[in-house]
């Protein structure tokens, strides 16, 4: 299938500069050998159920939306959230919350755990005690996937270190395609995709879910010291970082909400076409966890764009309730 690739605008291009230089580099190279633990293969049994368990307990919509995948490729998109978890646990989690061997001592030993986490996760042959980074490498072998991507997810969520605020929304971006984008770039491979074309798409898809995220967490963000919000868009509605703190609703607050809210909602729709560039029985599954995560935005809407009080979500009745329409859509596309 060909698709009419749009132009890309201002923040889209170095987006797509790094995907794509991830890509070719990788195509540069002979694929590394794939791990298949020949010694010991309940060590890969047991490591890749530990990251469904550990996907199971920390995201229930993308466990539900993984579960629409076929069994092999849902163990491996529940190990690829799984490396991206304890990489994001390594910047985010406080001290002594975490309870892998990553647990952090000091603060300031974030960006070291972060370097010895990176050369254990991307080793072609890591310790059969490392269920994580076990069940990542045979992953990454079986399907390829570029070890760009991996660095690139790295390096992005490494910015939560030391940066707690974005003057742009092309800054944000930057910063969606770190932690997030990769994090799709790496599912279609594991799923599955016609051509390069899809890269774009793949994105955008990226950048409308971080900031699906970034709007739900406001409240959450800004008690952890961070403001993710484009400071000059905040200054185009009038407000300022005592609004947030105040976490007050008002009609400033609702029109700067709304803008957000509509600029994801088109994201979405134009990351929408390369659904039906990825392997069929990879479509309802993204179908899925985009539309359940594009409902968040619905969910903040109802309750006068609180994020302040409450952490917006779609219940388990909900994402029943639009897995019909969701299954059409995926055949549809």
Partial sequence: MSLQ???????????????????????????????????????LAAAYVFCREMTRFHSRTFFAASGFLPPAKRRAVRALYAFCRVTDDLVDREVGESNTEWQLNE???????????????LDSHPPLDEPVALAWADTRAHYHI????????????????????????????????????TVGLMAMHIIGFASDQALPYAVKLGVALQMTNILRDVGEDWQAGRLYLPQEELEAFALTEADIERGQINDRWRGFMDFQITR?????????????????DGRFAITAAADLYRAILSDIEA????????????????????????????RTV
């Fill in 264 to 280: 994801a909602r088109q994201l979405y729709e134009e990351a929408a076409p390369g659904i039906a560039m990825l392997n069929a």
């Fill in 303 to 330: 309750h006068d764009y609180d994020v302040f009080n409450r952490r917006a979500h779609v219940g388990t009745v909900g994402k029943l309730a639009r897995l019909p329409r969701i299954w059409h859509k995926s």
């Fill in 107 to 121: 603060i300031d030993d974030r960006r070291p755990a972060l370097e010895s986490w990176r050369s254990l996760s």
């Fill in 146 to 181: 570029p070890v760009g991507y991996a660095e690139q997810l790295i390096e992005g969520v490494a910015r939560d270190v030391d940066q707690f605020r974005y003057e742009t929304f092309d800054d944000l971006a930057a910063y969606a395609y770190g932690v997030a984008s």
């Fill in 5 to 43: 690739q749009p132009t890309p605008t201002a923040w889209e291009a170095p987006l797509l500069d790094w995907a794509y230089t991830a890509l070719d580099s990788h195509r540069d190279k002979r694929p590394a050998p794939a791990v298949r633990v020949k010694a010991d293969g309940d060590a």
